[in-house]
């Protein structure tokens, strides 16, 4: 079974402070994995999409990288607005679904 | 910068009534999805719509519940009769061609929190 594991549950950082969340997931055939923000009461704001082991992806204090086994979010010197929960989610093989399969997240919390 | 939109952003509703949410996907999208998720759980697939019919469907989605794009632009989910454990945050998405983006991006709407009392 398609399954997205996420750790830790709850990270809380100083401002400046770097660190890195964890996805693992198992699935038959990956067709992508997708990172995402989520503030409280809103919706899952993309953030990024990898297609394959070695990919990386960029966004100002963001990096996400993919191994065939995990994915890492890598958060440098991180300030109190980049507080929120980030889901990472995965695609199977293609055919008839486009489904993601979300993990439960990590929630953020950056202190000044 | 196109995005998704829902309405109502809150529904309360009494047991057993029916409710509809709606969606506007982005524009020129293809591909359509309900996801839930209830308080302090992961979100959850629902069903995937294309082509004007369902592509895929999961457990949860079961004779209660019902999608329709009833005209260029909405996308609608019903669910007829409403249980204590349909309340949940639902949320609508979209993915398809784009410029500048692959088929399997999903963006997600603002969701409609739905109370069922």
């Known amino acids: 079974e398609d399954q997205v594991t996420q750790s830790p549950e709850a990270l809380r950082l100083q401002e400046g402070e770097s660190s890195s969340l964890n996805c693992s997931y198992t699935?038959?055939?990956?067709?992508?994995l997708f990172w995402y923000r989520q503030d409280p009461g809103k919706g899952p704001e993309f953030l990024f999409t990898?297609?394959?082991a070695g990919e990386e992806k960029e966004k100002e204090r963001l990096k996400a990288t993919l191994t065939k086994k995990e994915s890492f979010l890598h958060i440098t010197a991180p300030k109190p607005e980049d507080s929120a929960t980030y889901l990472c989610?995965?695609?199977?093989?293609?055919?008839?679904?486009?489904?993601?399969?979300f993990g439960t997240g990590t929630l953020l919390a950056v202190q000044p | 910068e196109p995005e998704v939109t829902q309405t109502p952003s809150h529904q309360v509703t009494q047991m057993g009534q029916e409710v509809i949410l709606r969606c506007v996907p982005i524009s020129n999208h293809l591909y359509f999805y309900w996801y839930r998720q209830i308080l302090g759980q992961k979100v959850e697939f629902l069903v995937s719509f294309y082509n004007n019919e369902i592509s895929e469907k999961s457990e949860i989605f079961d004779d209660q519940f019902s999608v329709e794009r009833p005209d260029g632009s909405n996308f609608t989910l019903k669910i007829r009769s409403t249980k204590l454990e349909d309340s949940a945050m639902y949320f609508c998405?979209?993915?398809?061609?784009?410029?500048?983006?692959?088929?399997?991006?999903?963006?997600f709407g603002p969701g409609t929190r739905l109370l069922v009392l």
């Open positions: 699935v038959s055939g990956l067709r992508g």
């Open positions: 990898l297609y394959s």
């Open positions: 989610a995965v695609q199977g093989p293609g055919g008839a679904t486009n489904k993601l399969i």
């Open positions: 998405a979209s993915s398809g061609v784009l410029a500048g983006t692959r088929r399997e991006t999903q963006y």
